[in-house]
């Protein structure tokens, strides 16, 4: 069996490892008439095969019709990136948020990957929002800071506006939420503009600020160096560390390693996943902010955070799940374990479209070699095979597989009985509308803010095939299992929606006001003066 898997190994590396030009001139090439209609018909089936709930939104006819279309339309060679255009709108149309299509990139080789990492490109220092209908910069990572508070107007003499139009059909909310698509063009903008034009040396970028128009040209610099010792800088010699401090240092450095796991230190933009605090005038209102639930050590953070919850006799607590994508099962559960007292099933039965799903991921064409790999072997092994076949079961001609999460489950002895207030926008979507969900239906919590980009009624996700187009390259994304909480709202295709509907304004974040928690500590004040 080693011997096996070290060939497969040295095999598929030797697959993937096909010549960098060739691949190139594919994605570059015009592509001929025949071949994508032949792409078009192929991704649709592959959508057909693997998606359990492809017509939920969508009916077959319509869906039908506009695949059709799309061939019809294709009536010259394009290349694979023009054909990325007009693909991702008609595949936006399944309203199937997990659904996506990637365009290409070209690949470089090792050498001109090095180079390419001692330099970055200033565009992609900055935060985007799209408020009030405009595009604005509100931060960078950068140094230049004058345009932070500014409008975007065009970009490379195309207006920002016919971008945005654009962008806004490439992608889907789950079903006919519109929330979503205004948070995912602010937060992705610099990414789906990659993904239209492609590499870039420099961007010219038309701002407004105010009355008053200004440009501004980003390019692709060399990245800062440390400091190194030369002879125009007077040498400084290192003061001696004692053993002792150096024995600190080494202590110092651990302890902060486990706060990063235990938080999810995001590195890139030197931020934590889990963020925990008192606020409020006496700092006696908890504050949780989860920016995802996918990296670190989820389960110490949520002891602690309760356990001091618990101690403190905290009356009123907010779940901040703004932009928010999602993640992980299991730590939503966790999550969900601390704020309900009740015993709770925390996923509904999982349709899916095969006996063996995972199976299907791990064989998926688009993913990399070592997946690939390992696929191989999980078919080879019948025990594996076996254990999975178990996992599903057939009842009314659909395939179920079988999840703990689908059996009653206790909530934590540190559970949080008090006030609750959770705080969703448009780019609440995934894991995060699932635990929303289980929150809203069960009156757990006072929502604030936008209606959640993810359906109330659970989505299609949990494992994905990547499925990569044989003449363009086109990849596209889905999702294997039907992932829903046990309750259901009608109609159907539509997100949790809040309590107390607040939409920020471009003003809020010019004058740094968050006026989803001003709501929340105002509330919270109001009804502790009533009860005095």
């Not at 349709?351 to 991921?361: A, D, Q, T």
Request: glycine content about 4%; charged content about 30%; some cysteine.
């Amino acid at each position: 069996m080693k011997k096996q898997f070290l060939f497969l190994i040295v095999l598929m590396v030797l697959v993937s490892c096909g010549s960098i030009k060739k691949y190139n001139e594919q994605i570059t090439k015009a592509h001929s008439v025949e071949d994508l209609r032949s792409d078009i018909d192929k991704v649709y089936k592959q959508l057909q095969k693997n998606h359990p709930k492809l017509y939920q939104y969508t009916t077959k006819e319509v869906l039908d019709f506009k695949f059709d279309s799309l061939k019809t339309s294709i009536k010259s060679p394009i290349t694979s990136r023009e054909f990325y255009k007009k693909l991702s709108p008609v595949v936006a149309q399944i309203k199937q948020g997990h659904i996506s299509v990637g365009s290409v990139s070209k690949l470089y080789t090792k050498k001109e990957q090095k180079a390419l990492k001692e330099r970055k490109f200033e565009f992609y220092d900055l935060d985007f929002e799209y408020l009030d209908d405009k595009l604005w910069v509100v931060g960078t990572r950068g140094k230049d800071s004058t345009f932070i508070g500014s409008e975007v107007i065009k970009i490379d003499e195309e207006l920002a506006s016919n971008l945005v139009r654009q962008y806004k059909t490439r992608f889907a909310s789950d079903g006919y939420n519109q929330t979503l698509h205004n948070r995912v063009i602010g937060k992705n903008f610099s990414t789906l503009y990659y993904k239209d034009k492609g590499f870039l040396d420099s961007l010219k970028i038309e701002f407004k600020q105010k009355d008053s128009l200004f440009t501004k040209t980003f390019r692709r610099v060399l990245k800062e160096e440390k400091k190194q010792e030369n002879d125009s800088v007077t040498s400084v010699t290192a003061k001696k560390l004692t053993k002792e401090e150096k024995q600190q240092n080494r202590l110092d450095a651990k302890k902060k390693r486990k706060e990063n796991r235990k938080r999810g230190y995001i590195a890139a933009k030197k931020e934590y996943t889990r963020n925990f605090d008192f606020i409020g005038i006496d700092s006696t209102v908890a504050y949780m902010k989860i920016r995802e639930f996918s990296n670190g050590n989820y389960k110490k953070f949520y002891k602690e955070s309760f356990k001091a919850l618990d101690s403190l006799k905290t009356k009123n607590l907010i779940l901040d799940l703004r932009d928010n994508g999602g993640g992980r099962i299991t730590e939503i559960d966790k999550l969900y374990s601390y704020l309900t007292n009740e015993e709770y099933v925390f996923i509904a039965p999982i349709e899916v479209n095969s006996r063996f799903p995972y199976l299907k991921f791990l064989l998926s064409n688009g993913n990399p070699a070592i997946l690939k790999v390992f696929g191989t072997l999980f078919a080879l092994d019948p025990t594996s095979l076996a254990f999975q076949y178990l996992k599903t079961k057939k009842e009314d001609d659909k395939i179920y597989f079988k999840m703990k999460y689908n059996k009653k489950r206790k909530s934590d002895e540190l559970n949080y009985k008090n006030q609750l207030f959770v705080i969703t926008n448009g780019n609440s979507f995934s894991a995060s509308s699932l635990i929303s969900t289980h929150l809203q239906a069960n009156k757990r919590a006072v929502f604030v803010g936008e209606e959640t980009g993810g359906a109330y009624n659970g989505c299609v996700a949990g494992i994905y095939r990547i499925y990569e187009m044989p003449n363009s390259k086109l990849k596209i994304r889905m999702g294997l299992m039907q992932m829903e909480a046990p309750y259901k709202q009608t109609p159907d295709g539509f997100g949790v929606k809040p309590d107390i509907e607040i939409t920020p304004t471009i003003e809020d974040r010019n004058l740094h006001v968050d006026p989803e928690i001003d709501w929340i500590l105002n509330t919270i004040n109001l009804n502790e003066k009533l009860s005095e």
